[in-house]
């Protein structure tokens, strides 16, 4: 695995990535999430050496809808460039959003992860909640959470 800088970013420059992994067909205002600017939101990018962003996630506090806990962190966003996935960028992605989290007292990570995706979120120390669900325009999801401890 070549080197990654792992460093925070604004929201803006995780846009082009996402578009292009997450939802080409979608227009870029569709990539502009609610809480992007919160105090407690931190969005990261995986630089490689030549300074190409080519991994972006961003970690939210937002606690699951249905969970009382209140003290919850979402994942959104997590995309890396098809020709750098299987490098191990999206567990240390995941890793400095759990760090984050856990830094602000949280006691949990959650996404809704595509289901192509879910295997991936397995082997982070996820677990599925509940059945899979449709997002319109997007595809078939499962909410996933991990618990920080």
């Known amino acids: 695995m070549s080197e990654l800088d792992i460093r925070p970013i604004s929201a803006a420059?995780?846009?082009?990535?996402?578009h292009r992994v997450l939802r080409p067909h979608q227009p870029v205002e569709s990539l502009v999430y609610d809480?992007?600017?919160?105090?407690d939101t931190l969005h990261v990018g995986g630089f490689l050496p030549d300074g190409t962003l080519v991994a972006v996630a961003s970690v939210y506090r937002e606690s699951r809808p249905?969970?009382?806990?209140?003290?919850?962190f979402r994942l959104r966003g997590m995309a890396v460039d098809p020709s750098h996935q299987g490098?191990?960028?999206g567990a240390r992605l995941v890793e400095a959003c759990g760090a984050?989290?856990?830094s602000l007292g949280g006691k949990e990570l959650w996404c809704n992860a595509r289901t192509s995706a879910s295997g991936f979120y397995t082997r982070q120390g996820f677990d599925t909640e509940g059945p899979?669900?449709?997002?319109?325009?997007?595809?078939?999801?499962?909410?996933?959470?991990?618990?920080?401890?």
């Open 87 to 89: 490098r191990g960028y």
């Open 66 to 72: 249905e969970d009382g806990v209140r003290r919850g």
């Open 100 to 102: 984050h989290a856990r």
């Open 13 to 18: 420059e995780t846009r082009p990535l996402r």
């Open 35 to 39: 809480g992007d600017d919160a105090p």
């Open 132 to 149: 899979p669900f449709e997002i319109e325009g997007i595809g078939p999801h499962f909410e996933m959470r991990q618990y920080l401890g």
